[in-house]
């Protein structure tokens, strides 16, 4: 049986001549089609993940194959049984992803490293060496990431260029692989790499997502579960034997994967949480929070 509701994950570096024209357009188009997510648009192209019925889903993604400015999009496509998103928002910014690499900016138009295929990702990961760098922020890869693989302790993509540029020493001579969630982070981080004068630079072609889907790869080599930005919090991934959760309970240090928001609202922190410490302690992250939220009910979420 097909799943009645599907979630897209896509982009494409394309020009976009006028952003805020093609946002009105595109909002009236999500509109008409009842689409919920995050779509983010900017004169070098756009960036999104919906969720909608599988027939408005095929309806989205036919108008955007029609469209020159967006034909060719690789789509990552998952079954879902509801709305993964709660609104719809659409934006538009000078950059898809934000590196903020401002008078040194490039398009991936004109640079980004070589596709890997899962398949060949799969093999080059076994090789003599090789780094592996996750492109992606802290909190992402505290759930799920490749073994073995550089995990940068940077919030916010922007921090990336500081961080390649601080552990030079460890990239330098190596064969340097690129990975992150759907592939268009790698498109611009790999580029930059190429820019900063690394010369054997790969990136996974479509991310972790169109890796854990890949029937040659099945996911193989990947820990935990991968970060997604919508209600699911994170996908599984590993589809082959031993697959294991590599985060835990910030209370009890079981193994989690169960991201959840302090319910002190001045915190609101995302932390991990298992399910026996929820109920017997309470949305909360720390003790701290606990006890604060005790003094100031009316500051807790869902008071
Ligand atoms: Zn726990
Ligand atoms: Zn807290």
Redesign the pocket.
Known sequence: MTAPYEVLLYYKYSRIADPEAYAAEHRDLCKRLNLLGRILIAQEGINGTVSGTAESCAAYRAALDEDPVTAGIAWKIDPSEEHVFPRLSIKVRSEVVTLELGEEDFSPEDLTATHLKPEEWKEAMKEENVVMIDARNDYEWEIGRFENALLPDVPSFRDLPKWVRDHREELEGKKILTYCTGGIRCEKFSGFLLKEGFTDVYQLDGGIVTYGKSEEAKGEGFEGECYVFDERLSVPVNRTEGAKVVSSCVHCGTPSIRYRN???QP???Q?LCCENCEESFGK???P??KEAATMCPAAVIGY
Do not use: K, R, S
Request: hydrophobic residues 50%.
């Open positions: 302090c319910g002190w915190c609101n922190a932390f909360f992250c720390a701290i929070c």
